[in-house]
């Protein structure tokens, strides 16, 4: 049973029907919508999936095996229990705001708005099945399905992730590089004059004007950019070896929105890059026009629901001296960007690394929101496909010197001091208290500095047929102090 193999496609299949389960639970979050809402996402999504499995439209027979998705499984519960998920270890900062998300999501009825006339509008993918489960089973319960539910999806990942490399040495391979990948935060934290408050237990990315996340900060901090950023840069990588159609590609960016717009927005290079290759193939079918065109009409609702009041968010050029730019540049992503360079021949090089590296670099430049949210988010996808890249020379996918493959060692023993500090946080720290306080304050406890405008709109700027209307208005939560005890922090945040 062990050595059968799960098709890719059924893998697929799932985190797709996953992602579209979520926008038919925001329908319901939001209070509108009644049995025709049911009945038409049901079709629509079964026919996503009969366009998604057209023939040749993906590869149907290969998939890892039975054993290997559970091994996956299993490690991914444990790199999430690591990062805080399921409350049994230390959680970072961001999850007070997190965690209080899901408590006035399951402590609330849907729909409802706050005393100000707020409505949450926020990528609230994640939380949405996990709350309901909160609301029949207690706080308790909501946490252990964030967890069981993010595992799944990530697990799913990386075994799909593990066809793409041949055998077990060249898995091994790719993987290690995936989770020690890191920019050269240590040097970037001694360069500003940090080094005296370097410890073990430090958080290292916040030296510079911007940031590129590690993989280990990205799992830790920001799952459910991450898990939506990585499906994205899976299907990319999975077009490229011609076993994803394209129509399945472009179906992603409105699936995976709810969990992250800034996931969404870092595959667009990509997707035109797809595009371009079907027009000048002129291998483009009704299909691949077709499949993005129903993930479209079922995902409408999350659209409209996500761009309400977004002129509050804005997009901007993000302020930074263009010396203090390159020395961030030359610190986080230019190393790699050069070892990569030396394959362009390869699997995953060519114009596909050339979007990746062009992407990475401009990042920086750009703003949306209060801080420097594009640059550690969008840039996801992008990391994800210059990553394999790495790994596929390294396991031999590709020529390269024997110099270029100690550099990249040395690179990762580096940058490695990343990974090494949260995951030395998370086994070193208490675990974090349970927030009795609603978003607002929760917000205020750590970023009181930013403003809220990612979380909240008003509730006349939904679209009328959205918006609710007898909804719950939450009281004041009327407690003194958010948390029952203190939420350590780590050095250099």
Not at 230 to 238: D, P, Q, S, Y
């Amino acid at each position: 049973m062990l050595r059968r193999t799960v098709p890719a496609a059924v893998l697929f299949g799932g985190i797709v029907g996953w992602l579209s389960y979520d926008l038919l639970l925001l329908c319901r979050f939001l209070g509108f919508g009644g049995l025709w809402v049911h009945a038409g996402w049901a079709g629509l999504t079964l026919a996503l999936f009969w366009l998604m499995t057209l023939p040749r439209r993906i590869d149907l027979l290969a998939g890892p095996t039975v054993g290997r998705l559970l091994l996956c499984i299993g490690g991914t519960t444990l790199l999430l229990v690591l990062g805080g998920e399921g409350r049994l270890l230390y959680a970072n900062v961001d999850w007070q705001v997190r965690d209080a998300v899901l408590s006035d999501m399951i402590e609330n009825p849907w729909p409802f708005v706050y005393a100000d006339g707020n409505i949450l509008r926020a990528p609230i993918g994640m939380y949405l099945a996990p709350a309901l489960v909160g609301k029949a089973l207690g706080r308790s319960a909501a946490d252990i399905a964030l967890l069981a539910q993010n595992a799944l999806f990530l697990g799913m990942l990386f075994a799909i992730g593990s066809t793409l490399f041949r055998d077990g040495r060249r898995r091994l391979i790719a993987l290690t590089i995936f989770l020690l990948f890191s920019g050269l935060d240590i040097i970037g934290q001694i360069k500003v004059g940090h080094a005296a408050g370097i410890t073990p237990t430090a958080h290292l990315e916040g030296w510079g004007p911007s940031q590129f996340s590690s993989t280990i900060t990205l799992a830790f901090w920001v799952p459910q950019h991450a898990l939506a950023g990585w499906f994205g840069a899976l299907a990319v990588l999975l077009w490229r070896e011609r076993r994803l159609g394209l129509g399945a590609l472009l179906m992603l960016p409105p699936l995976i929105a709810l969990w992250s717009p800034f996931a969404a927005l870092g595959l667009m290079p990509f997707l035109a890059l797809a595009c371009a290759e079907g027009v000048r193939r002129r291998t483009i079918r009704a299909a691949d026009l077709l499949l993005p065109g129903v993930a479209t009409v079922v995902a409408l609702p999350a659209l409209l629901y996500l761009a309400s009041e977004s002129d509050a968010v804005g997009l901007r050029a993000f302020p930074i001296r263009p010396d203090i730019y390159l020395s961030f540049l030359t610190i986080e992503i230019i190393p790699f960007l050069l070892i990569g360079l030396a394959g362009l021949k390869g699997r995953f090089g060519g114009p596909l690394f050339g979007s990746a590296a062009l992407f990475l670099l401009v990042a920086p430049l750009v703003q949306i929101g209060g801080w420097i949210d594009f640059a550690m988010r969008a840039t996801i996808p992008a990391l994800a496909i210059l990553i394999a890249h790495l790994a596929d020379m390294m396991g031999g996918g590709w020529q390269a010197s024997v110099r270029r493959k100690i550099a990249l060692v040395a690179l990762l023993c580096v940058g490695a001091a990343t990974p090494l500090t949260e995951v030395l946080r998370a086994l070193s720290f208490p675990a974090s208290p349970i927030g009795h306080c609603h978003v607002a304050r929760a917000w205020d406890e750590s970023f009181a500095a930013f403003p809220k405008s990612g979380y909240f709109a008003p509730v006349d700027s939904l679209p009328a047929a959205m918006r609710p209307r007898r909804p719950h208005v939450v009281a004041d939560d009327g407690v003194l102090a958010c948390f029952d005890r203190p939420w350590p922090r780590p050095a250099l945040f």
